[in-house]
């Protein structure tokens, strides 16, 4: 019972039509976001709502917050004790950033790719079935199809298939980030994260995830953290534009490279700075 | 100009050669003189005899190893079952789960306490972990104990190594890149399950080699161990026994008896030994790390 008590004194404060009609919408929304760092202000006041089915690119200037904004979304700065968040963030109309709320099924519903793919330390195939398998499922035949699907799914499955059991250190830089995109899928999220996640590639590899992505975003939210505007242009059904912590515009991509509203996502586009 | 910029190169790398070649060649030499040195006995006596017996009258020419050996053996043993289990929680706690204030301060008390003098810690050991044993834990197992047993030696060993392995393997854990904690946390994983399948893993080569290295310094510890595990040459038949590891042998009988040539050739041989179980022990943990290395790539 008292378990079942807390979520509703939360939500009721929240107009009953919040959670029928709008909820479908929006994916992920942020409402009155703020972060710092040490007192510093980092995150100012952030408001936005990510519509599912779809690419997000988060751009902006070095430094202006789009990697810590990413990383709120499934609570990697958990972990580090002198970041201090104020304001919601729903993930399917929970707020992720409320007291009672458990970590690991919101991290569960998002898979995230770094800048720099990090594989764990083990065989290509236990790279794969490594959140499967935290999460209980067990059984080497069903284990072995779910390294299958998402290893095809990421256009990995040729390429590796004869070496499952080796380990995944040993595969390119852009073989690993493809790893690490299937590991991130085979625990079957809803929303994947990439936080710049083909800087640290070549060009064909960037190629092949961006495809990847475009082919993913029927079935998933994808936000991405990108630097390359080029890249924004290519792929991005929406696009948030952030400036020193702030929020400065959010609107689809057409909008926002065709028709910017304010002045600094005007400039910032045009190559004014960067 | 740029000659004598080169001619300083040269120089520094010569004489950091230099360096080097001595270093190394330091550990041939005390190999060499303590086999030079204890020759006699072994064309005396054979190896086997040497190694196998366990009866020692100097004065009667019998020189057995076997409860030395042994004796070491079972300390350094029982040191690392007991130091190695507490030093990985101990670690992974402080690298892990604590604030950065308890790492800080932690990370200085290790420090000290890899400082304190081992004739400190033998001097305790002889005041708490003795009388502990002989009254409190051996009635339930033993007619009899002094309390200077295995155990005794074991026990204070293990809380001399204890210091020297936290302090690596926090290094160790410590240069687990964040991003793959990341990694594993971001696919639902708890904290547990992170540090038990990634960063554990990751640092089995670092754990092999701090066990290695505290192994090898409690193969060697001396004067601890003397004192509070009885001195008494025999095969220990339960760790409240008393032994004499080999360290101990040599530094309470070298000097005394050197009227007796045998005894002397003996005593370098116990040396000999000592310094022959580390360098096998380092070859083999080496080859080990070389194997994981080959297997995981980690």
């Known amino acids: 019972m008292e378990l079942m008590t807390p979520p509703l004194i939360v939500k009721q404060p929240k107009p009953i039509e919040k959670e029928t009609a709008d909820c479908h919408k929006p994916h992920i929304e942020v409402e009155n976001l703020n972060l710092y760092i040490q007192n510093n202000h980092i995150l100012k006041n952030i408001n936005m709502a990510i519509p599912d089915k779809s690419i997000t690119c988060i751009i902006g200037p070095s430094g202006c917050g789009k990697t810590t904004l990413l990383r709120t979304f499934n609570r990697l700065h958990d972990d580090s004790v002198d970041v201090k968040i104020t304001g919601k963030l729903f993930v399917d109309c929970e707020d992720i950033y409320a007291k009672d709320t458990e970590v690991t099924h919101?991290?569960?519903?998002?898979g995230l790719l770094a800048q720099r793919p990090c594989s764990l330390p083990m065989s290509i195939i236990d790279n794969v079935v490594y959140g499967p398998r935290i999460h209980g499922v067990r059984g080497k035949r069903k284990l072995y199809e779910i390294a299958r699907h998402q290893l095809h799914a990421v256009g990995l499955w040729d390429e590796v298939k004869d070496r499952l059991k080796s380990p995944a250190s040993k595969l390119s830089i852009g073989q690993q980030q493809r790893l690490c995109l299937a590991r991130g899928l085979a625990v079957e999220p809803e929303i994947i994260l990439g936080d710049e996640a083909t800087s640290a590639l070549d060009p064909i590899s960037s190629k092949t995830i961006e495809e990847l992505f475009l082919s993913l975003k029927d079935k998933y939210t994808i936000v991405l953290v990108t630097h390359t505007l080029r890249q924004a242009k290519r792929i991005a059904d929406y696009v948030a534009f952030m400036y020193l912590g702030e929020l400065i515009e959010f609107g689809t991509a057409d909008q926002v490279f065709n028709h910017p509203k304010h002045k600094l996502t005007k400039e910032y586009i045009s190559g004014g700075f960067s | 100009m740029l000659k004598g910029r080169l001619l300083k190169d040269k120089i520094a790398r010569h004489y950091m050669l230099f360096a080097t070649v001595v270093s190394i060649f330091v550990l041939f030499l005390i190999g060499g003189g303590l086999l030079y040195k204890s020759l006699p006995i072994m064309e005396e006596k054979s190896?086997?005899?040497?190694?196998?017996?366990?009866n020692w009258r100097p004065f009667?020419?019998?020189?057995?190893?076997?409860?030395?050996?042994?004796?070491?053996?079972?300390?350094?043993?029982?040191?690392?079952?007991?130091?190695l289990p507490l030093s990985l929680l101990t670690s992974i706690y402080i690298i892990e789960y604590a604030s950065p204030r308890i790492l800080r301060a932690f990370s200085s008390v290790v420090d000290l306490l890899s400082g304190i003098p081992p004739v400190i810690y033998g001097v305790w050991g002889t005041l708490t972990i003795v009388p502990f044993i002989s009254e409190k834990l051996a009635p339930h197992f033993v007619e009899f104990s002094t309390g200077y047993s295995v155990l005794a030696g074991g026990i204070v060993l293990a809380i001399m190594i204890i210091p020297l392995i936290i302090s690596i393997l926090m290094e160790v854990f410590g240069a687990v890149p964040k991003e793959m904690r990341e990694a594993s946390m971001s696919l639902g994983a708890t904290k547990w399950q992170t540090v038990k399948k990634v960063v554990v893993r990751k640092s089995i080569p670092g754990i092999v080699a701090a066990t290695v290295l505290a192994i090898s310094r409690a193969f060697g510890e001396t004067i601890?161990?003397?004192?509070?595990?009885?001195?008494?040459?025999?095969?220990?038949?339960?760790?409240?026994?008393?032994?004499?590891?080999?360290?101990?042998?040599?530094?309470?009988?070298y000097g005394e008896m050197m009227s007796v040539p045998q005894y002397e050739s003996a005593l370098m041989f116990?040396?000999?030994?000592?310094?022959?179980?580390?360098?096998?022990?380092?070859?083999?943990?080496?080859?080990?790390?070389?194997?994981?290395?080959?297997?995981?790539?980690?």
């Open chain 1, 106 to 110: 919101i991290r569960k519903k998002m």
């Open chain 2, 47 to 54: 190896l086997w005899t040497l190694l196998t017996t366990s």
């Open chain 2, 60 to 83: 009667k020419g019998d020189f057995g190893f076997a409860s030395y050996i042994l004796s070491t053996l079972f300390v350094t043993g029982i040191a690392i079952v007991i130091a």
């Open chain 2, 270 to 298: 116990a040396a000999f030994l000592l310094f022959f179980i580390i360098v096998v022990f380092n070859v083999i943990s080496r080859l080990v790390l070389i194997q994981i290395d080959k297997r995981y790539q980690l």
């Open chain 2, 224 to 253: 601890a161990v003397l004192m509070v595990c009885g001195n008494f040459t025999d095969l220990p038949k339960s760790i409240f026994d008393a032994c004499y590891p080999i360290p101990a042998l040599i530094a309470n009988n």
